[in-house]
């Protein structure tokens, strides 16, 4: 599990595509402090495995389906990505939960400056925008950030110059590609309360009288 703080950038070092599966070696400082083979890494948003490491680059396996529900196929040798590790017992929770498990990708279709912040639209498909909420979370390529607004096939977040400076949200353009990961509990939420399709005993009346709402 993370929690949506990057703590470095890395970047690309190789990335090779073969048949059914691909690999990446990405380079960084910070998260080897305490690196171990078997670590999860959070790579743009994206739960990647370590397999091996050495002299401050790390290799992870990606599958096909990892490739063709995100942006990572369009990364190439030099290009930067947002880094965090699992989120350790006794750690802060900065953010909030992001399974590193994205729902999709978006596409950054306007940015803007405002004052010291910046103002960063994201067009998406409507089975992500459907847990798109007005000051809810979301995880924009594993940063987490607050939904500012909310249209009909976009939403905005803004963001503050810290951030900006933190992460790759400052090499992005407008029509570039993002991972996007929707807040899990809302997910949840909306699987329990369905009972005539997954046959639960949670309902909108059951979460009212047991004081949840």
């Known amino acids: 599990m993370f929690t949506g703080i990057i703590e470095e950038i890395g970047i690309v070092k190789e990335i090779r595509h073969s048949g059914d599966s691909s690999f990446i070696k990405i380079q960084a400082e910070k998260i080897f402090e ?14 990647l495995t370590v397999t091996e490491f050495n002299n401050n680059i790390f290799r992870a396996d990606v599958m096909n389906e990892t490739l063709n529900r995100s942006s990572l196929g369009s990364l190439k040798s030099g290009s930067p990505v947002n880094l965090e590790r699992a989120m350790s017992a006794n750690g802060r929770f900065g953010g909030h939960i992001v399974s590193g498990h994205i729902d999709g990708t978006g596409i950054i279709s306007d940015i803007k400056n405002d004052g010291i912040a910046i103002w960063y639209t994201v ?8 847990y798109i909420v007005e000051k809810g979370s979301v995880a924009i390529d594993g940063i987490s950030l607050t ?7 976009n939403f905005s977040v803004s963001i503050i110059p810290h951030t900006a400076e933190n992460t790759i949200l400052s090499y992005k353009k407008s029509g570039d590609v993002v991972n996007l990961e929707n807040d899990i ?7 329990f309360t369905r009972p005539e399709k997954n046959k639960s005993n949670i309902s909108m009346n059951f979460l009212k009288e047991n004081g949840f709402i």
């Open 34 to 47: 305490d690196m171990h083979t078997g670590d999860s890494i959070a790579v743009n948003g994206l739960c």
């Open 123 to 130: 067009t998406a498909k409507p089975e992500i925008m459907r």
């Open 147 to 153: 939904v500012a607004r909310v249209t009909g096939n």
């Open 185 to 191: 509990i809302g997910k949840y939420i909306e699987k």
